[in-house]
């Protein structure tokens, strides 16, 4: 089945420097591709996603970019703000995983002022 | 307005002792799923259904049971909960044409004594 991995599991960056999240995927057959932010002690909510015949997405800040044949993907977040500071999830799915989502580990980011 | 409740957002219980987490939605979405939400394990799905009826058991259904009897609801049940059942808990939910794009519940933090 699907397996996602997700690195860093802990980036700290400087306020208004970038910061860049990867995750690998397993499962050639998926398609789809979102990114998740949790606040402290709140829900997920999805930020941005891409699908699998797009290479880039961007929306103001932040960027996803997805490589079919290295089967990766990445989260770019410019300008970092305090605001920015959670711990960022992204997911793979597709017909092998019935549409449901896989995820990876999490990664914590830290915004320093 | 939209939404995903879920009840109690925090339960402390005994080994043993059965529990309900309720989960409803009103955005009469199709899929709804189960999460488990753990310090480096990211999250992991329980068990989800894909309407009325009709279950499947996710990542982690050992020690779960769902039902699903009517479209908006969706409750969690542990039958014997034990301590290695801590942990907080996401419901969600999405509808039929965006399937994977999940809305998610506030949480219930559970601690199983």
């Known amino acids: 089945g699907e397996n996602v991995e997700q690195h860093p599991s802990t980036l700290s960056v400087q306020e208004g420097d970038s910061a860049v999240i990867k995750c690998t995927y397993s499962?050639?057959?998926?398609?789809?591709f979102p990114w998740y932010k949790q606040e402290l002690g709140k829900r997920p909510q999805l930020i941005i996603d891409?699908?699998?015949n797009v290479g880039e997405k961007k929306d103001q800040r932040i960027a996803v970019t997805l490589n079919k044949t290295a089967k990766h993907f990445s989260l770019h977040i410019t300008e970092t703000q305090p605001e920015d500071s959670a711990v960022y999830f992204c997911?793979?799915?597709?017909?092998?995983?019935?549409?449901?989502?896989?995820w990876g580990a999490g990664t914590k980011l830290i915004i320093k002022p | 307005e939209a939404q995903v409740t879920q009840n109690p957002r925090y339960l402390i219980t005994v080994t043993g002792k059965k529990l309900t987490v309720t989960c409803s939605q009103n955005?009469?979405?199709?899929?709804m799923s189960w999460y488990r939400q753990d310090p480096g394990l990211g999250l992991r799905q329980i068990y989800y259904?894909?309407?009325?009826?009709?279950?499947d058991k996710g990542d982690v259904p050992e020690g779960y049971k769902v039902s699903r009897k009517e479209k908006r609801n969706f409750p969690l049940i542990l039958e014997s909960p034990s301590p290695n059942q801590t942990s907080l808990y996401f419901c969600?939910?999405?509808?039929?044409?965006?399937?994977?794009?999940?809305?998610f519940g506030p949480g219930t933090r559970l601690l199983v004594l």
């Open positions: 969600a939910s999405s509808s039929r044409l965006a399937r994977e794009t999940q809305y």
């Open positions: 955005m009469n979405h199709e899929y």
């Open positions: 259904s894909m309407n009325v009826e009709v279950t």
């Open positions: 499962d050639s057959a998926s398609n789809y």
């Open positions: 891409i699908r699998s």
């Open positions: 997911a793979a799915s597709g017909v092998d995983s019935n549409y449901q989502l896989i």
